[in-house]
């Protein structure tokens, strides 16, 4: 077998760089392998089946937004800056996204289980010495948190509301007092 000139990794560039440009539904093996001018044949000598490359492809998605979002993590307001990420992300990574939190994720039953995929441990018990409340309050707040800002992301990443990054922002600070208020 002829040595292969292209690697799994830029593969899967290529295809994360396509998701992020056109959506999710724009890759498959004849679409990324056009977009880098090969045959399919390198495409399926890494990645037998598409599930196995999509597979894959949600993985470097997720490791995108983790950068994405801890780029922007402010030390001294790591809830609120988080929140603020994750409202930006929808914004400006739509497609990633969509790819990342708009499907069944499968093992997620319970608003416990999506703290545990989601939630920053070190942040939580951070938060709770700073601002004198348990851990399983500032757990909550977190919880609340999560579900407020995935639900104004939605409104933005679905072109339901052309709402502005100031907006968002006081918004999503108003929720982090208020959530924070009811737990002391």
Known sequence: MPKQTVDKQEILQTAL???????FESVNARSV???????????YSYFSKMETLRHELYGAAMQFYNGFIYSRVDKNAMLESMAKANVAFAKYETNLFKLLFFRKLN???????????????????QLAEKLGISEEGIKEV?????????????MIATGG???????????????YSAFV????
């Open 17 to 23: 760089q396509m998701t992020r440009e056109n959506g």
């Open 33 to 43: 392998a056009k977009h880098m001018g090969y045959s399919v044949q390198p495409i």
């Open 107 to 125: 093992g997620l039953n319970s608003f416990n289980d999506i703290y545990e995929w989601m939630g920053d441990k070190q942040a939580t018990k």
């Open 142 to 154: 977190y919880i609340m948190l999560i579900v407020f800002t995935h639900g104004v992301a939605t």
């Open 161 to 175: 509301a052309n709402i502005s990054d100031e907006e968002s922002a006081e918004i999503l600070e108003k929720a």
């Open 181 to 184: 208020k009811a737990q002391r």
